[in-house]
């Protein structure tokens, strides 16, 4: 049992395959090996019959050279015959033909086995000093031999190459199959499920890759419900506050009518008024935005010329604001309530976070494609790193302040301005910080 388990890891798979892939090649290597010798063999033998005259005759000669110049091994293994005999190489040995001890130094010196060319012209030679041997090897034999060498092993590293390839195919296309499938996953369909194949680390990961996008899936489905719950909530709290607080303002406002301002009780109750009138901005952006986030907003879209509704807009407001437009014409496509709404906000905020004393700046720049609407006002609000965070809800700038801001100011405008199909940007540079609305130019007549 414990060895069947063993086999089922990917370490002992991928080993198997490469012992596999090894013992193959090498057999075919051996093979080949084997018909290069009788290649070898079989061209020597050839040569020998066609040259065996002159082989006779050059035999001859290096005899009587060295018989005639008295040579003693040593000055015959020192002597060059290459002027002589330019296709041959020639060695010369004491008469001892299989000793290690004498052909250890010539098998290190020569690239290819001395026993594969010994029969070419094996003979004994008598040296002044000792019995020997004169091997005589054809150097076309041994290029031959040399040629046919490398490329057995060429053929062998090919042959490795392709079997290792076929034995590993398997393994890589099922890798390929996870890969496809992590991609499905994580792009398409959580519940996607990878075939599990076999039983290694390979097809643990699919598995656990499957596992995962369950409960991914799970988790995802989960939060969307909680979110739902927790905007069904924010909307029911904020529907339900909103009568109640009707009725304290009515009361206080009655209270606060029946008061004389010298009276004592006058400053508490314009308190509580101010406070109340907070509450019931907070609550009603609260409302606003969790029906926003819910999609639960119905508009009405009608092409406007936004240079006209801008000019409305700044008339009613009791603080300045430079109003400047490059264009008398401006069409888009919008909600005119909830555009009111969203200029409304950024004009209030710039007011709020104004430097005192420096003004609010609004333009109007049209190009063929969009309309783009900035309001921008100078801060000592240091906003570095802030940036991303100040369309998220309930989130100021000033956070430690204690200040009149809901913090979903933003997150509405941002809102608003997406799903009626515009896009809504914010830009803070040199203690300058400019909202940025750009809507599509819209197919108006008039424009």
């Not at 290649?39 to 050839?46: E, L, M, P």
């Not at 190459?161 to 590993?168: D, E, S």
């Not at 190009?367 to 965070?389: A, H, W």
Request: charge should be negative; proline fraction near 2%.
């Amino acid at each position: 049992m414990w060895i069947k388990n063993i086999t089922k890891t990917l370490y002992l798979i991928i080993l198997t395959r490469i012992f596999i892939a090894t013992i193959i090649c090498v057999c075919i290597f051996e093979i080949l090996n084997w018909t290069i010798d009788l290649a070898v063999s079989y061209q020597s033998n050839i040569y020998m019959e066609k040259q065996s005259t002159l082989h006779e005759t050059m035999v001859k000669e290096i005899r009587d050279k060295i018989n005639i110049n008295h040579w003693t091994l040593s000055q015959a293994q020192n002597e060059d015959f290459t002027n002589d005999y330019p296709d041959y190489y020639i060695f010369f040995f004491s008469d001892v033909p299989y000793s290690d001890e004498i052909y250890t130094d010539f098998y290190e010196e020569q690239e290819y086995p001395l026993e594969k060319f010994k029969r070419s012209i094996f003979n004994n030679i008598k040296f002044a000093d000792v019995e020997g041997i004169a091997i005589i090897i054809i150097k076309d034999a041994k290029i031959f031999y040399d040629v046919y060498y490398i490329g057995a092993w060429v053929v062998t590293l090919i042959i490795f190459f392709f079997i290792t390839m076929q034995l590993f195919k398997p393994i890589i296309a099922y890798i390929e199959k996870i890969e496809k499938g992590i991609n499905i996953i994580a792009q398409e369909d959580m519940l996607y499920k990878i075939p599990v194949v076999g039983k290694n680390e390979l097809s643990r990961l699919a598995d656990d890759i499957n596992h995962m996008g369950s409960m991914l899936y799970e988790k995802q489905e989960k939060d969307k419900r909680t979110e739902l719950s927790k905007k069904i909530l924010i909307t029911n709290v904020s529907h339900d506050l909103r009568t109640p607080l009707t009725s304290i303002l009515g009361y206080i406002g009655l209270i606060k009518e029946n008061m004389l301002p010298s009276d004592k009780s006058y400053e508490y109750v314009s308190i509580a008024e101010k406070n109340s009138l907070r509450l019931e901005k907070l609550i009603n952006d609260l409302f606003m935005y969790s029906k926003l986030v819910s999609y639960d907003v119905s508009l009405n879209m009608v092409d406007i010329d936004a240079y006209v509704i801008l000019r409305q807009i700044i008339e009613l407001k009791k603080y300045y604001v430079h109003f400047e437009a490059l264009v008398e014409k401006a069409y888009i496509t919008v909600d005119v309530n909830q555009f009111h709404r969203t200029i409304d906000n950024l004009l209030d905020n710039a007011e709020k976070y104004r430097i005192p004393g420096s003004d609010i700046y609004l333009k109007v720049i049209k190009s063929e494609d969009n309309v783009l609407i900035t309001i921008s006002n100078k801060t000592d609000s240091d906003l570095t790193g802030k940036m991303e965070f100040l369309t998220k809800r309930l989130y100021t700038a000033d956070m430690d302040k204690k200040t009149d801001s809901t913090g979903l100011g933003l997150s509405i405008v941002n809102e608003l301005t997406k799903q009626m199909g515009g896009k809504f940007e914010i830009d803070y540079v040199d203690d300058t910080f400019t909202g940025k609305l750009i809507f599509p130019t819209a197919n108006s007549i008039y424009k």
